[in-house]
């Protein structure tokens, strides 16, 4: 962090409001203080944009670096993680834990074991879990982790191993008044079983230390559908708003993990026609959308850890479209839940041609900033962001915690109804600051921004400078 000042041409702080090029002066520091961190400058920008001109219309605001406060990391928590594989080698991988912001509550975001995760993308993914907790109106902070490890092609014995040596190192930093790990992208039941498994072992308490646990050892039910079916209540009350309902929306989906594929289900479910779902190596096509017997098929197949839907669409006779995303169909929806800039500008280009209305992201930062802007350019689009649309699987996470505390197993059903008041309290909060000048139609991207600054920022004012 710096205490300069900002050399714009009133000599004033950057969040003064005098100076049209604050946004620019704001990022310019972000950037020189996170060099090379282009995931990170990324997620930054795109609340940035929205929150420095209320920062400016905003004098309780003004003075208390809140935002810059916000982008700088509580503590970062970098490990060395040794394991031996099957055939008793000794392997080594790096693991870390991000742990951004706690003025709402304890640290609370995902384990991401990715080959490729770098510092940067963690961070732009706790950046964005503050936003996200803090639109559930849960009692969390956001924190993301994870390691350069890939589960895939691994045996059950060395992904234990793995975990059990993670764990081993991290159960320090974490607790469930502390910081509170759940699964994330390559971080299922498996892992966080073996995960929970080794800290009890480590800390002979069984609390709610993690989520996305097993439901046979404390976890919630429909935590493993929370962040699809949530995205899809969130994009009912957005149909809501417009006067319309899912019934015969055409949906394209990206992905086929657990967003997409549980989003999928709760679309069917509610009447909407699902034309696609994708994975690495391409995408399939149903004129007349997924029927409900196509479902168990797909989950069965990922749940035998086959990715390919290659193989899915020889069963239900579906096209597969290789080495090919599925924004070039035409849909009423587009549901991007796969990976981060996955949907780019010449993505947004044809979606816009096609007639696509509402573009809703079910996974972490999946447009491209040139994208958003084409998006919220055209009169036609509605985007909401992931912050909001995404926000049903830490909500659960954070059900799941106080089913724990209470020492309770709430029902199916009790869960699901309080996803469905949780996700419209996010769109109701969305609305209420995001709505332009004539009131009659609402950016969804500065609802969402504000309001979860609002609340961050509230609690850090508070708790005065720390």
């Not at 920062?55 to 970098?78: C, F, H, K, W």
């Not at 003025?103 to 990715?114: E, I, N, S, V």
Request: charged content about 25%.
């Amino acid at each position: 962090m710096s205490d300069e000042k900002c050399n714009n041409k009133t000599g004033a702080n950057c969040f003064s409001g005098a100076d049209a090029n604050d946004l620019e002066c704001f990022m310019k520091g972000l950037v020189r203080r996170n060099p090379g961190e282009k995931e990170f400058h990324q997620a930054v920008h795109e609340v940035a944009a929205d929150v420095v001109p209320f920062i400016a219309g905003q004098q309780r605001y003004q003075n208390a670096l809140l935002l810059e406060r916000m982008t700088e990391p509580d503590q970062i928590v970098s490990f060395r993680v040794c394991w031996l594989d099957d055939d008793g080698h000794t392997r080594a991988n790096r693991a870390w834990r991000v742990q951004f912001n706690n003025a709402t509550g304890p640290y609370k975001g995902g384990l991401r074991f990715d080959p490729d995760l770098t510092e940067s993308v963690l961070k732009f993914l706790g950046f964005e879990q503050c936003f996200k907790n803090a639109l559930t109106g849960l009692p969390i902070g956001g924190a993301k982790g994870g390691a350069n490890f890939n589960p895939k092609g691994k045996s059950d014995d060395e992904v234990m191993r793995f975990c059990q040596a993670l764990m081993s190192s991290m159960y320090h930093y974490i607790g469930e008044h502390r910081d509170i790990p759940a699964g994330d992208i390559g971080t299922g039941a498996r892992e966080v079983g073996y995960l929970f498994g080794q800290y009890r072992r480590l800390t002979h308490q069984f609390v709610g230390a993690l989520t996305g646990k097993g439901v046979a050892f404390g976890g919630s039910e429909l935590r493993t559908e929370a962040t699809g079916y949530g995205a899809i209540y969130f994009l009912r009350h957005v149909l809501d708003r417009l006067g319309g309902d899912l019934k015969g929306q055409r949906i394209a989906i990206s992905g086929a993990g657990n967003v997409a594929r549980y989003a999928a289900e709760k679309a069917v479910e509610l009447g909407a026609c699902v034309i696609t779902l994708s994975d690495s190596k391409g995408f399939i096509h149903l004129d007349d959308g997924l029927k409900p017997e196509h479902l168990e098929p797909l989950h069965r197949l990922k749940e035998d850890g086959r990715s390919a839907l290659e193989e899915l669409a020889d069963d239900i006779g579906a096209t597969y479209h290789p080495d090919a995303s599925p924004w070039g169909v035409e849909c009423d929806i587009a549901l991007p839940c796969a990976i981060q800039n996955e949907l780019g500008d010449d993505d947004a280009a044809s979606l816009i041609k096609n007639g696509c209305r509402i573009v809703a992201e079910g996974a972490n930062m999946p447009c491209t900033a040139d994208a958003i802007e084409r998006f919220q350019a055209a009169d036609q689009v509605v985007f909401a962001p992931g912050k909001a649309v995404n926000a049903g699987g830490v909500a659960v996470s954070g059900l799941e915690r106080t089913q724990n505390a209470q020492h309770m197993a709430w029902q199916k059903n009790e869960v699901d109804d309080q996803l469905k008041r949780i996700m419209q309290a996010i769109h109701d909060r969305c609305v209420e600051h995001g709505r332009n000048g004539d009131k009659s139609s609402v950016n969804y991207r500065k609802g969402a921004n504000i309001a979860g600054f609002l609340r961050l920022a509230d609690a850090m004012l508070a708790q005065g400078v720390m």
